[in-house]
Every structure is written in structure tokens, then in C-alpha cells.
């Protein structure tokens, strides 16, 4: 889907320059997860925080439908509580690094995906590519 999604956007913001189809310099981040941009705390521990991210939302309500627990490191300059809504920062997206196994209280061995924030857009490597191939025409 996340392809299809990039394929689509590299054709509708392209561009025509000089009868030429002119790629844009920016592509969404293949690496960002389709989830709600929003982490709920619900357990701090020394360097990370364990979280709920949402990832479908009932319509009418705005609640939660389907989420999942994920691991992330805390930054050193905020202050963490259980029942705090963490927002990504824009131009941000969560995206999965690796994943963190831990034990529950009642003894459950739990593997969850590491989070954290990566750019939402990323250089195009095909407008690279053509602005080299632009300049090579030019010369």
C-alpha cells in the first residue's frame, strides 16, 4: 500500500519544466508507520516509557479501535507520567526501529516494537537522479 501511496505522490508532484517531467526533490518516508501520531503512556521505567499508539479510531467517537504497545527512549529533558498523550513533532512520523522484549507483572514475556521519530519526508533519489542527468544535458 505504502508503495502504491509513493508511486501516486511521485506522479501527482512531479512537475514540467521546459516540456520536460521534472520529479520532486521530497518523498514521504517509507519508514513511517501508518499510525495515529500520538503515544499514550502508561508505564515509565528508568530510560524508556512503554505506550499505547492507536492505530484505527472509531469514526464517531474519536476513541481508540485497535492499538499497540510499543517501547520508547525518553528524552532526558521531559518529564514522563502514566496517562500522558506523547504528540509526534511536525514533519515527524513514529517509525519502528527494532523491537524490546520484557516480563509483565504476572510473569508474560511481551516483544514490542521500538519507536521513535524519523523525517516524514525524505530526499527523492529519482530527482537526484535527473537533476544529474539535467545538468549533464545542459553542458
Do not use: A
Not at 518516508?29 to 499514550?40: A, G, S, T, W
Not at 502508561?42 to 510499543?70: A, P, T, W
Amino acid at each position: 500500500m505504502k508503495k502504491l501511496l509513493l508511486g501516486t505522490l511521485f506522479l501527482v508532484t512531479g512537475c514540467i519544466s521546459n516540456g520536460v517531467f521534472s520529479p520532486s526533490k521530497t518523498i514521504l518516508n517509507p519508514k513511517c508507520e501508518d499510525v495515529y501520531q500520538e503515544i499514550e503512556v502508561f508505564q515509565v521505567l528508568d530510560n524508556y516509557i512503554l505506550g499505547h499508539v492507536c492505530r484505527e479510531k472509531y469514526e464517531y467517537s474519536g476513541n481508540c479501535s485497535d492499538s499497540i504497545v510499543v517501547y520508547m527512549k525518553k528524552d532526558k529533558d521531559t518529564v514522563y507520567y502514566d496517562n500522558q498523550k506523547i504528540q509526534v513533532p511536525n514533519g515527524k512520523c513514529i517509525s519502528y526501529s527494532k523491537s524490546y522484549t520484557y516480563e509483565t507483572k504476572s510473569k508474560d514475556t511481551k516483544t514490542v516494537p521500538v519507536v521513535k521519530f524519523v523525517d516524514t519526508e525524505i530526499s527523492n533519489p529519482e530527482y537526484e537522479k535527473w537533476k544529474k542527468e539535467q545538468q549533464k544535458l545542459e553542458k
